[in-house]
């Protein structure tokens, strides 16, 4: 199935989780936001929150600085 990761096609297994994108993208231990249709998703429901064909995620990573 298909997603659009960051405005940019990307190809997911069937109902693949959250969590497990963020894996794949050697994310997790990063301070992330994500938001999947425009709805910031909290890292405590990244396993439960199961990605659809079509969805929009949005990992926006935080940057320190003055």
């Given at each position: 199935?298909e997603?659009?990761?960051?405005?940019t096609?990307?190809?997911?297994r069937?109902?693949q989780?959250?969590?497990?994108?963020?894996?794949d993208l050697?994310?997790?231990?990063?301070a992330?936001a994500v938001?999947?249709?425009?709805?910031?998703?909290p890292?405590?429901?990244?396993?439960?929150?199961?990605?659809?064909?079509?969805?929009?995620v949005?990992?926006?990573?935080?940057?320190?600085?003055?």
């Amino acid at each position: 199935m298909e997603i659009q990761l960051n405005g940019t096609p990307h190809q997911l297994r069937p109902a693949q989780l959250l969590a497990e994108l963020i894996a794949d993208l050697n994310l997790t231990e990063k301070a992330i936001a994500v938001a999947v249709n425009r709805q910031i998703i909290p890292r405590s429901r990244w396993a439960d929150h199961a990605l659809q064909a079509d969805d929009k995620v949005d990992v926006v990573r935080a940057i320190g600085g003055g």
